[in-house]
């Protein structure tokens, strides 16, 4: 099996020019960084092929990795998944072809669909009617996904941020129904718990769908900062020969990026 590889989403960087994030992941000892495309303009449209290239290479001459997106849905306003609004989810879906160019053009493997607020059910609409619409858009991004080499991943996320898509099973439900090698299960360690389930199972049940980790303790820190164990988490990864990355996400910024990032991985690889 190789290695458990490491990587740290970017948006704890605030202000950081994306050079300086890569040095100092590189230096830290990650082996990947994960952008939330936000933190580098409104839209990726507005990112020339230049650009990108230079991002690209920024990263691969320090050995580093770009893992990939997530954020996906941040900007520009207005986009939402399962809108009951046609042309809503048509320039979501839109957007979303543009980011799997941008994830390729990056050299990135991997998108997280995150997004809570972008894809509530809304109010007068069923379940099952914002099921349909989200399994069409999903479809008609599997070409793009196909020809990148882009993997989508439905992320999980609890009650407390989204009323849609709150467990493994629902997004394994998902998965199966896109029916696609390019459309797979992510599972976000806070949202797993905050949901009342335990990550360690979860990883073993859905294991066969797994493409991606999101590495955080239940208070929106850091792993290793709080009071979430990490090693049958991390026993349970070893069991199933994951060969994905494990990536830190967090949601409070304090004491400061610097630390965020060395705690977080010594402690991971302390555990691991």
Known sequence: MEKIRFSICNEVFENWAIGDVFKFVKDTGYDGVEIAPFTLGETVVKISPEQRKTIRQQAEQLGLEIVGLHWLLVSPKGLYINHPDEKIRKATQD???????????????????????????????????????????????????????????????????????????????????????????????????????????DIRTYSRYLAHIHANDANGRGPGFGDVDFVPIARALKDIDYQGYVSVEVFDFKPDPETIARESLRYLKEVF
């Open 95 to 201: 957007y979303l072809i543009e980011l799997i160019h941008f994830c390729g053009d990056l050299g990135g493997k991997r998108m997280v669909m995150g997004s809570p607020k972008q894809r509530n059910v809304i109010e007068g609409h069923t379940f099952e009617e914002t099921w349909k619409w989200t399994t069409e858009v999903f479809n008609a991004c599997m070409p793009a996904a196909e020809e990148r080499g882009v993997v989508l991943c439905i992320e999980p996320l609890d009650s407390g941020q989204t009323n849609f898509i709150n467990t493994a099973e629902e997004g394994v439900r998902l998965v199966e129904e896109v029916n696609h090698p390019n459309f797979r299960l992510m599972l976000d360690t806070k949202a797993t718990i905050a949901q009342g389930r335990v990550m360690e199972e």
